[in-house]
C-alpha cells in the first residue's frame, strides 16, 4: 500500500438488486494527482465515485478516502471533499452569491464568496439569478461551489459533459490551475482528450469492472494498435515500387499518389528509413505526420467498444 | 487493512474560514431561514397562496355571511380564511416544494454536503411560519377595522394553536414529499388529503349545514379540528387547556410528521420508495383517526353548533 495514497479501495463492489454494477474493483489515488475515471455511459464510474463520497453505500470490499470510511463516516468526509456532480441544480431564484454563501455555511471550513467568483470569472453575474445564467456559468457556478469549503480533494464528474468547446477549454484551465496547487482531483469523463491533457492516471472502467490503468503514456504503449505516419511528397508515387520497410504493417498510396500512408509499431525506425529512401530518391517532402494510438484506441482495443457507446 | 495518508488534509490545508461545531451549526439554520424567506419572496406562487388566494376567499366570505352585519360571522369567516392558508401552507409549501426540489435535483446538490436532512426541514418549519404570520396579523386587522370584530381575547391561545396547526400541517406535507416516489405521485396525495379537508372540515362549507353522516366523517378529518379549535379560541373565548385533544393531536401530528419526514427524508429522484411506505400517512394521521373515532363511539361531536346553527 502506498503511504501516499489519500484514496484507497479494495476489492470494491456495488449491487443494484440482481445488477453488479461494480465488480470487485481496486486503486489509489496519491495526493496531489489528478486520477481519471474513464469509460463509457453505464460502465460503473459514476456509482464508484459516489461510493467514495459517501452519497452510496457500498455491497462489498473496502475504501477509505482521507483516512475516514466513506459509509460510517460521511459526514467528517463531506466536510472535506469538494464535489461538483453530473446532474445538479439550483433554486431558480437564488443569486449566485447567495448560494456560494448558503453552501459555505454547511462545511466548517469555508473561503469568501467574492474570491470564489472572482477566480470562477462570475464576479460580474454576482447578483444574477441562477435561471438567467448560461450552461458554461452554471458550471463555473457549480465549480466555485466545489471549491467552497477549500477542499484537498475534489471529486468532478463529467464536468465538461455538453459543455461547448470554449467553456470545456475554460474548466481544462481550472482543473490544471488545481492541479498546480496540489490538490488531488478524481475526474470522471469519457471525453478523451480531457482524460489526456488533464489526468496523472487513469484507470479504464468497463462493465463494472477496471480494464487498464496507468499514466496515459504507459496505456498508450500497452497498446498493439500501430502509429499511423502520413507523407506527402511534391510529385506522385508508384505504389508498384515502394520497398518493404522495416515494421511498416501497411502501406497505401492515396489520391494523386503524393499521399503516402505507413502503418508501423515502431515508427521512429520506419520513418527514418522512409526519409532515407525519399532522400536517396532525390523526392522532395511536403508534410509529415505521425499519429500515436490515442486512449480511445486504447479503449476499443480493450473493450470492444467506443467510449461514447 | 486499507491505510491512506490521513494527516494530509491538516498538514497541507491553507488558508480559510474555520468555525466550531456549534457556530458552523447555527449559521447553517440561519442561512437555510435567509434564504428560504429570499426564495419565497421571490416566487409569485408563494405570495397568491399565503397572502392573496386566502384574502380573495376571505373578502367572498365575508360578503356571503354579511359579515359587516354580524362580527360574529366575521370571526367565522376569519377561520375559514386562516384555515385555507393553513392548509395551503403545509401541504402545498412544503408537501409539493420539498417534491420540486427532489425533481428538479436540487436536494442532490445538497446532498454532497454534510448537511442533515434536520436543518433543512427545521428551516422550512421556521420559514412557513415566518411567512405565514403576518397573513394572520393582517386578517385580524381587516377583521377589526372593516366589519368591527372584536380584537380576540386570548390572542397568545390563537397564535399558538395556529402555530402548533400550521406545523403540524406541514409535517403532513412534508410526509407526502417523503412517501411519493414522483411528483405526479405526490400531487394526487396532496389533492386526496387537501379536498377532503377544504370541503368536510367546516373550512369553506358551514359544517353544521352538513348531514349527521358527514358530520362523523368529518371528525376524522385533522382540518376539522383546526377549524374548529380556533373557533373555540375566538367564539367561545376557550384557552388551549379547553381544547387539549385537539391541541395534543395536532402536536403528536407535527412530532411523527416531523420523525418520519427526516427518517424518510430523500435527496435524489432516483431513490425510490417502497409503494407500502404511503403507510406512514396513516400513522402521521393516527390521532386523528383515533379522535374520530372516539367522537363517534361516545355519540360526541366535535361539530358545535355556531351561529348558522343557531
Redesign the interface.
Known sequence: MNAEAIIAVEALRKSYDKVEAVKGIDFQVRAGEVFGILGPNGAGKTTTVEILEGLRPRSGGEARVLGYDPERQKQQLKDRIGVCLQATNLPAKIRAQEALDLFGSFYSRSISSEKLLKRLQLWEKRNAYYETLSGGQKQRLALALSLVNDPQLLFLDEPTTGLDPQIRLEIHGLIEELKAEVRTVVLTTHYIEEAERLCDRVAIMDEGRIVAMGTPRELQQKSREQSRIQIVTATPLDPNQLPQWPDAMQTTVDGDGRSLTVYSARPARTLFEIMKWLDQKGMQLEDVHLKKPTLEDVFVELTGKKLRD | ?????????EE??????????KN?SM??Y???IA?DL??AA??RIVIFFNYLFPLIVFFIFAAVFRARQDPAAMTYVLTMSVSLGVLGNGLFGAGIRTLQ?RE???L?????????PVPILVASMITGWCIFIPYILLVICLAHFIYHMPWPAQFGSLLVFITIGLIAFRAIGLVIASVANTMQEGTILVQLCYFPMLFLSGATVPAEFFPRIVQIISNFIPATYLVFGMRGIMLRQQGLADDWRSVVALVITALVGLTVGTKLFRWEKEEKIRKSAKLWIAAVLLPFLLLGGYQALTGHNVIRPGIFGK
Open positions: 487493512m486499507l491505510r491512506v495518508q490521513e494527516d494530509f488534509v497541507n490545508a491553507p488558508g480559510g474560514l474555520e468555525r466550531s461545531d458552523k449559521k447553517t440561519l442561512s437555510l434564504i429570499k426564495l421571490r416566487q426540489e428538479l435535483n436540487i442532490r446538490r445538497y446532498k454532497v454536503t454534510p448537511i442533515t
